[in-house]
């Protein structure tokens, strides 16, 4: 295996508008960047670690080669990305962090042809306690994924277009809704404003490593905040204009 050195930022091909780094806005507690090479462990072209880019340190990785996923170099609009397969997936059960909203971007392309129920980017947990949140493809619909926490306080779907895009999920002030290019696709309620204590991440994966998902993904964006309508869309429009969408 082959580190590729210390994870600076590098952002090539971000282009005017928006902000010029994720660091830009406060709260970021997530960034994983594919195009940053410095953040990438290979093993061949395969990718055994994943290093967070915020200052959480949540770096996820995979030991087993079979699991691992590839990145693809020069890929969407000229930048490199990290190719899941059906058998794919990256994660860290050992992190910590607290919140009590988020506003999760993920730059990609998230139709699956498998049509399986998986667990999708950002699946932090400890089940058990039922605490926790989930963001997963619907089984046999590729296109529709569903946001939920405790197995039903917040529990609802959207449907996302097919290609490279912008899925953003907001949560925060008893309301959470998804977004498909910055395009309102689904919102619910819910009672519970207790702080979520993560201990475990899969990115294409449950956190037991379970129900891997097929999909394409550049980049992934995650604050520990429900974002204002400008910060978010400054966000969207930074990943728009970086991965040509």
Request: charged share 20%.
């Amino acid at each position: 295996m082959v580190p590729l050195g210390s994870h600076a930022a590098v952002l090539r091909g971000v282009a005017a508008g928006g902000i010029t780094d994720p660091t830009d806005i406060t709260g970021l507690i997530l960034w994983f960047d594919a195009e940053d090479s410095s953040t990438i462990t290979l093993n061949g072209s395969d990718v055994s670690q994943w290093a967070d880019k915020s200052v959480s340190g949540v770096d996820i990785s995979m030991a087993t080669e079979a699991q691992q996923p590839t990145v693809i170099t020069a890929g969407q609009n000229g930048l490199d990305y990290v190719q899941y397969n059906v058998n794919d997936r990256l994660t860290n059960v050992s992190m910590t962090l607290a919140f009590s909203a988020f506003t999760l971007f993920v730059a990609g392309s998230l139709s699956s042809d498998s049509g399986e129920i998986v667990s999708m980017g950002i699946d932090i947990a400890g089940w058990v306690t039922a605490d926790g949140f989930q963001f997963s493809q619907v089984a046999g619909t590729p296109d529709t994924f569903r946001l939920r926490r405790k197995f039903g306080d917040m529990d609802f779907t959207g449907d996302f277009g097919d290609g490279w895009r912008i899925a953003e999920a907001q949560y925060g002030s008893t309301a959470a809704e998804m977004f498909d290019n910055g395009s309102s696709i689904g919102t619910d309620t819910y009672a519970d404003e207790t702080e979520i204590n993560p201990t475990k991440i899969g990115i294409g994966c449950e956190i037991n490593e379970a129900n891997p998902l097929t999909f394409d993904v550049g980049e992934i964006v995650m604050y520990d905040t429900k974002l204002s309508s400008d910060d978010a869309a400054s966000v969207r429009t930074y990943l728009t204009n970086r991965w040509g969408l």
